[in-house]
């Protein structure tokens, strides 16, 4: 006979009843059932027997860093391209390194949660295209593959060709531009899909907001790669930056307060309460304050121009940390407190069954 680690949370074996016996002696089955009627008696706002529903997933402060790195990764090598395409230098090879060191801080950062490296080669053995996990592998790896190259032929452009290619400095030249705008098609799925990721898992914060999540996300994205670009580049060259950074912060903010208006109300509660809320709280702020900021630098004159460029991209980029740490937290949160899971579904049960909807797996009528 085998046990379970979950035996201790069992209610007792009820007792099996009796069978009646008839006066000649022969037995027959009583009235009663052999096996009682299940009831459900301890699920409730507390959980089963005080345990949580849903099991929240392993994953720590790495996995925060890694949804941030990767909207920095994605909106950088969108703006790359948008330099590229206009001729802007400076600003191009600035994101592009920033797209690099972006993607590789988050692919370590990816396999120290994962704990081994070759964990990480494991993901790409397949491609499993309902799998945002898997999908999501491949976009890291297409999109690191493409700016790394875009990247490499900028670094080799600032050392005066001094990097060890030989007959390959000719075929880098020739893949430089096509690789800069392969690097801004997977930008945008680099930086949404980590929302993706989320909504589809059962954390109730998290897959309550899965509609509009990957919009917040996005437009964290480009808040992030404007800003990070208003602090390495001089204003100049900055303006593509300055406008992707207010575009981004009108978004963000725009989208966050729709998710959170579209979402269960208990469900949403994690974005409220305890540090998730705060830090929601202060990536509001410091997304207003940066977005503002950037459009004062933007009309300023002058050696305090670049300056407050450089504060307000560091506001953005702490904007889009916040939003997403906030996000992560709160998904975290919304597993440990069995109320989260129990009372949404309550209230969807009983719209299903106000609407007529019965017969099915869900309404059990």
Known sequence: MTSSEYGQFRPPRPQRPQRGRRRGGGGRRG????????????????????????????????????????????????????????????????????????????????????????????????????????????????????????????????TGDRLPLGRLRPLLRALEGPAGLGAAAMGAPLAAYTAVLLGDTAMP??????????????????????????????????????????????????????MEQRMDPVAAEPLHHGGPGKLMRWAERLAVAGGVGALIAGGRQGRGRRALAAAAGGALVAASTCTRFGVFHAGLESARDPRYTIEPQKRRLAARRAAGVTGDSITGL
């Open 31 to 158: 009235d009663e059932l052999m096996v009682p009627q299940a009831q459900v008696e301890h699920l409730d706002e507390n959980g089963y027997y005080g345990h949580p529903v849903v099991k929240a997933p392993p994953w720590e402060t790495p996995v925060g860093a890694y949804l941030v790195l990767g909207g920095i990764a994605g909106g950088s090598g969108l703006l790359a391209a948008g330099a590229q395409l206009t001729g802007r230098k400076v600003l191009r090879r600035n994101a592009r390194l920033a797209g690099l060191g972006a993607a590789g801080a988050g692919a370590l950062a990816l396999v120290a949660d994962l704990g081994r490296p070759e964990r990480f080669l494991h993901m790409m053995r397949t491609f499993k295209v309902t799998s945002p996990m898997s999908v999501g592998s491949w976009i890291l790896m297409g999109y690191s593959g493409m700016i790394g190259v875009a990247a490499a032929s900028e670094v080799d452009a600032l």
């Open 205 to 258: 914060t998290w897959n309550a907001m899965h509609r509009d999540l990957p919009f917040v996300f996005v437009s964290s994205a480009s808040l992030a790669a404007g800003g990070l670009a208003l602090i390495t580049t001089p204003a100049a060259e900055a303006g593509p930056a300055r406008n992707l950074a207010v575009l981004g912060v009108i978004g963000d903010v725009a989208a966050t307060r729709l």
